[in-house]
């Protein structure tokens, strides 16, 4: 019996320090996200990071969460139900980090018989500490709990037709009517040495502006090229001109080395001190509204901006459940059942 598994990043379970410290440390400890030998990353996080951080990050959470808890986890669940209601196979939800997780998720598609699972990362690109770290742990599950169980898993869909559609369109609408001089695409940032880390060629990836937008093998692994392609094609939909756009990167942690660049929150300073007034930001490596999207870009960056200059960021929406995303998610899962049958 087939069945799926759609996979986000995760949260804490509330707000509270304690939870927000026990997310986290799940979160650094993984060896996908901060790669550093164990004893290392044990001395940073643990000796750290988590003696500060939880509490810090405990007041974001706060300024973000619902109601009904978790933006991103209601935001996942929203999408699940609606995936579920356009599909005839069983589809579940889990978070790599925190609850749901993938272990209780294989576990539920179990109970019902699932022996065939398509797991499907909600991740457009592929990188160690997302993508990659997911199936890793999938794997590590099976072979321990669901021993019969098989596997296939969603490419990185970065580029697909489908996707770049409707990312466009989640732009299209939301500029709509509004003016702005310039359209940055914000992508979560990733040290540079997962990039040559991610390199199969092991020869490719120099991260020097050139190596991207030459065709290589490396490039179905290599995070910084699909950004890249991301935010090309999404130009090309929206026929944006040369230079009306940029691709940057937020949320580094700069005491584990280099971090993939320009950065964010340099680049929106630079445009308001500037004398850019107006100015767009998309968050493409986000599907799921999140910390990173609400807080960081919605609030942090918005007042850095305006502090410094501008009048308006004006900071769109990821395409969470809406509707046309639904139906792509759903044409896939139904594309991959019926060529599983055949």
């Not at 699932?114 to 457009?124: C, E, N, R």
Request: glycine letters at 4%; a neutral charge.
């Amino acid at each position: 019996m087939k069945g799926v598994l759609l996979v986000n990043l995760g949260s804490p379970d509330t707000t509270k320090t304690n939870d927000v410290r026990d997310y986290l440390d799940e979160f650094l400890m993984d060896e996908r996200v901060i790669d550093l030998p164990k004893w290392l990353r044990t001395f940073l996080v643990k000796g750290i990071i988590l003696k500060t951080r939880p509490k810090k990050s405990a007041k974001a959470y706060r300024k973000i969460w619902w109601k009904e808890g978790s933006p991103l986890i209601v935001l996942s669940k929203r999408l699940q139900n609606k995936v579920q209601k356009n599909v005839s196979v069983p589809v579940e939800l889990s978070m790599r980090y925190g609850n749901p997780s993938i272990e209780a998720g294989l576990n539920a598609l179990n109970k019902l018989g699932v022996d065939d699972v398509f797991i499907i990362p909600l991740y457009p690109q592929h990188a160690m500490a997302t993508t990659e770290t997911i199936m890793v742990l999938a794997e590590e599950l099976k072979n321990k709990y669901f021993p019969k169980m098989r596997f296939t898993s969603l490419p990185s869909f970065y580029n697909h037709p489908d996707y770049i559609r409707v990312l466009a369109n989640t732009i299209q609408e939301f500029l709509k009517g509004k003016n702005f001089e310039h359209l940055l695409f914000s992508y979560h940032g990733i040290p540079e040495r997962h990039i040559k880390k991610s390199d199969i060629t092991q020869s490719h990836c120099k991260i020097d502006g050139k190596c991207c937008f030459t065709e290589s093998p490396a490039h179905a692994y290599c995070y910084k090229h699909q950004c890249e392609m991301t935010s090309l094609k999404v130009a090309e939909y929206l026929e944006l001109k040369p230079n009306t756009y940029s691709t940057i990167f937020q949320s580094r942690v700069s005491i584990i080395g280099q971090w993939l660049r320009p950065y964010t929150d340099k680049t929106i300073e630079a445009f308001a001190k500037n004398g850019v007034k107006e100015l767009a930001i998309a968050t493409p490596s986000f599907v799921s509204d999140c910390l990173e999207t609400l807080e960081e870009i919605g609030m942090e960056a918005t007042e850095d901006f305006e502090d410094n200059g501008g009048k308006h960021l004006h900071v769109i929406p990821c395409i969470n459940d809406r509707d046309d995303w639904v139906k792509v998610l759903s044409r896939w899962i139904d594309e991959w059942a019926l060529n599983k049958s055949a």
